[in-house]
Structure formats: C-alpha cells, structure tokens
C-alpha cells in the first residue's frame, strides 16, 4: 500500500521537475499536432464538398411545352422507378421562373424582357445512386429517358461527369496516403520528443535501479509523463488549430473537425506519448 | 561464500574489458580492486551488482547467479546491494533525507521505519543538521557521506563502492576510506575500487590488482599454485 503511495510520490515529483524543457517539449508535441490537424480540416471539409458533388450526379429532363403538370408528374413517376434513380423532382414551369429569379437576381431582366407570353418549361431534377453510375450507365438512361413520351431532351454533365468521379477517387485517394504519411511523421515527432525528454533524465533511472527499485516503479511515472505530455500537447495543438479556424472562418468558410475525430486525435497523442516514454526508459536495459 | 566469479570473460565490443577472472568474496572482508585507468575495476563492480551479464563464465552473488537470474529478479538483488560511485549521483531536485530514503521508499517501507532510520544514519554521519538541503549544497566530502548513507539505509550484505575518493581531497578521502572501514567493522562486507590502494593502509583489507582486464592479485596467484 505505501508502495503505492510513493509511486503516486514519484509521479508527482516527475511531473514537477524540469518545468522548463517539459514546456519545450509540449509546444513541440502541440505545433506537431496544428499541422496534423490543419489536415484534419481540410480533408473534412473537402469530404463534405465532394459528398455533395457526388450526390449532384444526376440529370435534367426538361418536358415538352404541351405537357401538363399531372402528365409531367406521371413521367416522373415513371422515371423514379427505373434502376440507379435515386430521387425525382417535378419544377413546373411557374417554379422554375421563381427559381430562376432567385438564384440569378442579376438575369431576372431576361425574363421580363421576354415578355410574359415566354415561360421556362418544365422539368425533371434527378438524382441517381451515386455508387451504381458511370458514364456509360448514365448515358444509357439519358437514351432512356429522352425517348420517353413529352421528354423534349436531357441534359447531363457529359464532360464534367466522368471527369468528376475520377477526380473524387483519386482525391480521395491522396488524401488518405498524405493521412498515413502525417499519421506516421505526427507519431515519429512525438515519440522521439517525449524520448528525449525522458532520457534526460537518465541519471533518475539509473539511481533507481541501483536501489532496488521494481520495474513498474521506474516506468510508472514516465508512462504517466507520457500520457500527460502526448494529451496535453495533443489537446493543445487542437486548441491552437480551433482558435486558427475561428479566425479564419469569415475569410473562409469551413467545418471544424467531428469530434470523434478529436477524440482519436488526442488518443494518438497519448498512444505515442506513452511510447516514447517508455522507449526512453527502456533505453537502460539492465 | 558472498560473491563468486568463476572464469569470467566480459567484452565491450572486440576486446575483453574483463578475461580469466576467479573471484571469491566472504562475509566480512574488506576487498581492495586496485588497477590503472581501464583496467576493468568498475566493470568488476558491474558484474557484482548485475549491470552487466558475463559473456562467459558465472558470477554468482548472495544465491543470485548470473546465468539464471531473470530481468525482474534484478532489484531484489539489488536491494542486498549498495552503491557508491565516484560521482555520488545523488537526486539533485531531492533533499538529502529524500536522497538518503529512497532505498526505502522504492521497497514501500512505512514512513514511520523511514523517518527512523534515516535520522539516526544521517546522525552517524555527522549530516543530520543538513537534512533539507539539496546536494548542490553540500561539499563533495558531505554528498559522498550523503551516498554512503543511502547506500547503507536499507542494509546491505555487500557495499560497494568504486572510486569513492576519486572527486575528493586526500583529507576528506581519508576521512570517507575511515567510514567505510567502520562500516566493514559493523558486519557489512565492503569492495572498493581504486586505482590507488595506498588509501586503504595494509593488513585492512585483501588487496587484488587488475591490469588490461586480467586480475594480478593474491586469488590468481593461489589458483595458479595450485595448478602447478
Ligand atoms: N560501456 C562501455 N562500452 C565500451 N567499452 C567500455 C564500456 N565500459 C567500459 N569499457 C571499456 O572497458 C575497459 C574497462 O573499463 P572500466 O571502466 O572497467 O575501467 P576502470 O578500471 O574502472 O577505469 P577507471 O579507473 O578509469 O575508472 C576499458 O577499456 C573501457 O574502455
Ligand atoms: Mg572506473
């Protein structure tokens, strides 16, 4: 029990000593962690963006003049049940004008200067599955669609399409390796700082094994210095890095990172914390 | 028998630091390692309290043997042990009562045994008035007292002690060699390293001289006569 009592002794004596280099040592682990977490920010908020711009795969059918609004619907219907449609959408004529206005406030000139026997025709806003198409699909279903009754034609993204997915994946794709890479360098950075921040103090280790002292006494309170250093300077570089996004949030706007990302961000803080701290400990072996 | 080493041969790289090393330490002796600069003293001292593993031969100590012992069994050993160094290594954010406790406070001994015993020690060694001052306080001859008391807090069946005097003025040297021969005198078996044996005045203690890592002493020479 007392035994216990004087490792808690020595965690605490630890944690007092060398406030100095201990300081140093988490504005390393914390500037580490703001380039990590600048990355962070970005990659999520470049997933939002390419998760809208994949659901905006889709389709414009626009309707021929003599079509109802009821027949519009019924094509639609039509439409939403064939394979990889996601969703259907009917813009009357009057609704496409207003939307028009509202979108393009600069062009609403255009309109009036038509005249009021001039309206937009009506339309159909599709959305397909995004992981069921590819070009060839969706120039399938074009083919479909544009042959149907009241269909006057269809618009898609014929250049922009196939483009846009390999772009996605690819983007994706890089975002993950420079992920791994950070992941890895973010881990080295910390792991070799607490390190030396711990074989600093040697000449402690050293003594305590001279006097007997067990294993898990002399690692205990390294192990907690780990955790300490690689939280605080984790949690710290987070800080920092909301702080530099609330600043910048006017000029740019953007997400924060989800939490469940801070939550794994600090648990990488104190995994590789604890690592290095004992690593730098184990450097004596006997 | 309190040590022994049987054919010892230990190497830092190519050379041997260490080679045909037979040693035999009793309760109670006083034994004086004595040698050039690199002759292998501290190395010696290394193998007693385990620091280093023989590459060759055994070294066996108060039942622990060198090829049996297992990582976790190491500061039990240690704790029959003490040690003193040249450069007293000393906790220098610790008071000297801390420094001379912490044999006890790694082991989990009550507080109360603590505070006991490391006053009365301190109190031995002249040092009890300067129990909450830090080592960087002290002169070299009261922080080598300050060692030997953490060395001895806990008891030991062996002390060793390699080049106590080495940072000390031949007064104060003299001084720390009188203690730890008081210290023998108490029961406690004590090694000491040195390169100059004169410190220990003849007929006190076994004398062994090292050279390039081969022993030329009194066990060497009885273990050859007895060969031939
Ligand atoms: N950690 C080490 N790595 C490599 N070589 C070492 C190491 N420790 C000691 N040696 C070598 O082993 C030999 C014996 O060294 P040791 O320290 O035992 O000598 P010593 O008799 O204590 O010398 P001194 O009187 O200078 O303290 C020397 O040649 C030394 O260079
Ligand atoms: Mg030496």
């Known amino acids: 029990m007392s035994m216990i009592r ?95 206005r509202a979108e393009l406030p600069g062009r609403a000139g255009l309109l009036d200067v038509m005249g009021s026997d ?42 922009y399409l196939p483009g846009l997915i390999k772009t996605v994946t690819t983007i994706r794709r890089l975002v993950l390796l420079l992920g791994i890479v950070l992941v890895s360098s973010i881990s080295l950075v910390v792991f070799y700082t607490v390190r030396l921040s711990v074989v600093r103090r040697s000449l402690t280790v050293d003594i305590m094994r001279i006097v007997g002292a067990p294993w898990w006494f002399i690692r205990i309170p390294f192990v907690v210095e780990g955790i300490f250093m690689g939280v605080t300077g984790s949690a710290g570089g987070l800080a920092m890095a909301a702080v530099i996004s609330k600043v910048l949030s006017s000029a740019v706007t953007h997400r924060f990172m989800p939490m469940w990302w801070m939550i794994l961000v600090i648990l990488l803080g104190a995994v590789t914390g604890v690592v290095g701290a004992l690593a730098g400990s184990y450097e004596k072996e006997r | 028998m309190l040590v022994t080493m049987e054919n010892v041969r230990l190497s830092y790289g190519r050379w041997p630091a260490l080679d045909k090393i037979d040693v035999e330490i009793k309760q109670g002796e ?82 109360r045994v603590i505070q006991k015993r490391v006053i009365s020690l301190l109190a031995r060694m002249g040092l009890s008035h300067r129990r909450n001052a ?39 040297s003299r001084e720390v060699v009188e ?25 006190k203690g076994r004398f062994l001289f090292l050279e390039k890592g ?8 009885t273990e050859l006569d007895e060969e031939s």
Do not use: C
């Open chain 1, 118 to 159: 001039f309206t937009l025709p009506a339309s159909l806003q599709i959305v397909f599955q995004a992981e069921a198409i590819n070009q060839g699909r969706i120039s399938e279903l074009s083919r479909q669609i544009g042959a149907m009754a009241g269909v006057d034609n269809t618009v898609y993204g014929e250049d």
């Open chain 2, 30 to 111: 006083f034994l004086v390692i004595s040698g050039p600069s690199g002759a292998g003293k501290t190395t010696l001292l290394r193998l007693i309290w385990m620091g280093d593993i023989p590459d060759s031969g055994i070294v066996e100590v108060t039942g622990f043997r060198s090829d049996r012992i297992r990582k976790r069994e190491l500061p039990k050993l240690r704790r029959k042990i003490g040690i003193v160094f040249q450069d007293f290594r000393l906790l220098h954010s610790r008071t000297i009562f801390d420094n001379v406790a912490l044999p006890l406070q790694v082991t989990g001994t009550g507080k």
């Open chain 2, 214 to 221: 081969v022993l030329r002493g009194a066990d060497r020479w």
């Open chain 1, 6 to 100: 004087s490792a808690i002794r020595e965690i605490s004596l630890n944690l007092h000593s060398k406030p100095g280099a201990r300081f140093i040592t988490l504005l390393m682990v914390a500037l580490a962690f703001i380039v990590f977490d600048t990355f962070l920010i970005i990659s999520w908020n470049l997933q939002g963006i390419m998760d809208q711009e994949e659901n905006l795969v889709g389709m414009e059918v626009f309707l021929e003049r003599h079509v109802s609004t009821a027949q519009g619907r019924l094509i639609g219907d039509n439409i939403s049940i064939m394979q990889d449609v996601k969703s259907v959408y009917f813009v009357s004529s009057q609704e496409a004008e207003a939307l028009f």
């Open chain 2, 179 to 203: 203690l730890l021969l008081e210290i023998n005198r108490g029961g406690t078996t004590v090694v000491m390293a040195t390169h100059d044996p004169r410190q220990v005045p003849a007929g």
């Open chain 2, 134 to 172: 830090f080592p960087h306080e002290l002169s070299g001859g009261e922080q080598q007292r300050v060692a030997i008391a953490r060395a001895m807090v806990a008891h030991p069946v062996i002390l060793l002690a390699d080049e106590p005097t080495g940072n000390l003025d031949p007064e104060v």
